[in-house]
Every structure is written in structure tokens, then in C-alpha cells.
């Protein structure tokens, strides 16, 4: 993942009237890297990319795109790139398999290369049943598999994806996302990966950027996005016992941040620190008065955790 950057931005700024959609953006991803970029819908991952794909002006600020500028070189990263827009873009009133061979054409790949590929990819979508059919008579999930399949039949150094996995059932979701983390592998591209769903980012990327209302909070690995913006484990156990005076007994233990009982009178949520050094503290404290536990869960903190606590404390105060 270390050496050349893909991507440098210092200073980004996309203003519309006296509103500042991007507000001084910095970042850079390093070749070979599948970057994510999140944040809630309106925080500036649309506008981002759009800048950096050539295809709308900043207000400020510069940016590169392997090694080419954005202001002057976009024929030049254009040719280096590909991208998947948010919103659905294919030729309706061409097949399945006419989209994935003209979109091939367009990008000078050979004809039995285009058709190997678009059989691959086709397999590989879940668009072998409808390759006849014309885009406009497939459904919005398959438009959106063609969209996300055809990117992949030319070759590329970046490949940039906003929000790919919109209108994608959960398979064909993770199917996208393990296939782009195989591309990376094989043939070393980067990938500039933008969601609004913490959980994709979390399972696909190297490092991951937290940006709100046109400002970056954040940018590291998960693992240290959570040491910087740490937030409570949640502890899930049964007891035996129906008794609500166990939520008491938990409530005086001092590393215990916030007990719920179920109406169960048995399950219990108990929000603590440091999970691994606290929990036999408390199932020792439940068994001296005799409460025998039956199940416990540990559910650690998300990414999605991380960005709550982030939006909070207005980024990565130290």
C-alpha cells in the first residue's frame, strides 16, 4: 500500500452562493489502496468525487489525480480512470449484453477480450438470465448490477465508486465488494470507495475518511478510528434468576456505565469500558448473590459507533 499517492487534494473548496458544500478538504490516497469515504447523505463524498473525476470545477484549493491536475489534465485521468455514479447510468434501450460490449468498444478493448470479460462479468453480476433483455426491461437492482459490472471490462489505475452498492440485494452486496477487494489484489488498482454505509467501509477498506457538512473529522485505519474516538461495549447476558434487583446489584459496580433489563426480567444490556478486563469483575459479583448466567454476548463498538462520536466531538480532537 506504501508509495506513489493516487490521489492528493490540499484545500478543497466547492462553494454554491454563500454555501460550502467541501470546506478546505485535504487528503491523500496512496496507490494500490482501497480508500473509503463516508458520511451521512449531504456530507460532500458526491461533490468530492465529482471534482476529482474531472467532471464538476472547485471553488479552490488543488487536487491531483495520479499525478495529473484536475483543472488541466482531465483528458489524462479520464484515460486512467473509471466510475460508478450514484445515480443509474446505462443505455436503456440496448441489451444486457449490448451495454457490456459497447461500453467495451468505447474503451478500445478487443473483441474476443470484451466478450471473455463481459461473460466473466455477467456470470459474475448475476446477468446471465437477462443478457437478451434491453436494460429498460430489467429491474432497478439488475440496472444497477449492469452499471457496477460494465466499469469492469476495461482496465484502469482508479476506479472510483459512489455509493456502488445502492438498490444492490445483500449478496450481489457482498459478491461487489469481496470482487473489488480481488481486483486490488490482482492487479494493483486503487479504489476511492465512497457509502453512507459504515459496515461496507468497515469490511472493504484499508483506511476510511469521516466527513460531515463538507469537513474531513477523521482519517485513519478502523482500529484507529476507534482508539481516537473510543465509545462503550455493549455486554448482552441472561441469567437464570427473574429477578430486577441484579440490574441494582450491576448498576453499584464503578466500571459500569448503564444497566437496561429486558421485559424478560432476565436479559440484560450493560454498557462498559473495557469489556475484557470488566466482565469477569461482573460475573463474579453476579454469582456471589447466588445469579447464575446462562448466555453472554459481547457486541463490540462499529464504525458506525466511531462516526456518532466523531460528528460529536467535531473530528480528531487530541
Request: proline share 0%; hydrophobic share 50%; with cysteine.
Given at each position: 500500500?506504501?508509495?506513489?499517492?493516487a490521489?492528493?487534494?490540499?484545500?478543497?473548496?466547492k462553494k454554491y452562493g454563500e454555501s460550502k458544500a467541501l470546506d478546505a478538504v485535504s487528503l491523500e490516497v496512496d496507490d494500490g489502496e482501497i480508500f473509503g469515504f463516508i458520511g451521512p447523505n449531504g456530507a460532500g463524498k458526491t461533490t468530492t468525487v465529482r471534482i476529482l473525476t474531472t467532471l464538476l470545477p472547485s471553488s479552490g484549493g488543488e487536487a491531483k489525480v495520479?499525478?495529473?491536475?484536475v483543472n488541466k489534465d482531465s483528458d489524462e485521468i479520464r484515460r486512467r480512470t473509471g466510475y460508478v455514479q450514484q445515480q443509474i447510468s446505462v443505455e436503456f434501450f440496448m441489451t444486457v449484453k449490448g451495454n457490456l460490449d459497447t461500453y467495451g468498444r468505447l474503451w478500445g478493448v478487443e473483441k474476443e477480450e470484451r466478450k471473455k470479460r463481459?461473460?466473466?462479468?455477467?456470470?459474475?453480476?448475476?446477468?446471465?438470465?437477462?443478457l437478451n433483455k434491453k436494460a429498460l426491461e430489467i429491474s432497478m437492482g439488475e440496472r444497477r448490477r449492469l452499471q457496477v459490472a460494465r466499469e469492469f471490462i476495461h482496465d484502469m489505475q482508479l476506479l472510483f465508486l459512489d455509493e456502488p452498492t445502492v438498490g444492490l440485494d445483500p449478496i450481489v452486496k457482498r459478491t461487489l465488494l469481496d470482487f473489488i477487494r480481488e481486483k486490488v489484489k490482482k492487479d494493483g488498482i486503487t479504489v476511492f470507495f465512497t457509502t453512507h454505509i459504515m459496515s461496507e467501509a468497515e469490511y472493504?477498506?484499508?483506511?476510511?475518511?469521516?466527513?460531515?457538512?463538507?469537513?474531513?473529522?477523521a482519517c485513519d485505519t478502523?482500529?484507529?478510528?476507534?482508539?481516537?474516538f473510543p465509545t462503550e461495549t455493549i455486554l448482552e447476558l441472561v441469567i437464570e434468576e427473574k429477578d430486577d434487583k441484579a440490574v441494582g446489584l450491576l448498576e453499584s459496580i464503578r466500571?459500569?456505565?448503564k444497566v437496561?433489563?429486558?421485559?424478560?426480567?432476565r436479559s440484560i444490556t450493560l454498557y462498559v469500558g473495557d469489556p475484557y478486563s470488566q466482565t469477569p469483575r461482573i460475573l463474579n459479583a453476579l454469582l456471589r448473590e447466588g445469579y447464575h448466567v446462562s448466555e453472554l454476548r459481547v457486541k463490540e463498538p462499529t464504525l458506525e459507533d466511531v462516526f456518532i462520536q466523531a460528528v460529536k466531538r467535531g473530528g480528531d480532537l487530541k
Open positions: 500500500m506504501v508509495g506513489a499517492r490521489i492528493f487534494a490540499k484545500g478543497l473548496t495520479l499525478g495529473f491536475d463481459a461473460d466473466f462479468l455477467a456470470d459474475k453480476f448475476g446477468l446471465k438470465d437477462v472493504l477498506c484499508d483506511r476510511i475518511v469521516i466527513i460531515d457538512k463538507g469537513k474531513i473529522l478502523v482500529d484507529e478510528l476507534k482508539r481516537k466500571e459500569v456505565k437496561a433489563l429486558a421485559d424478560d426480567g
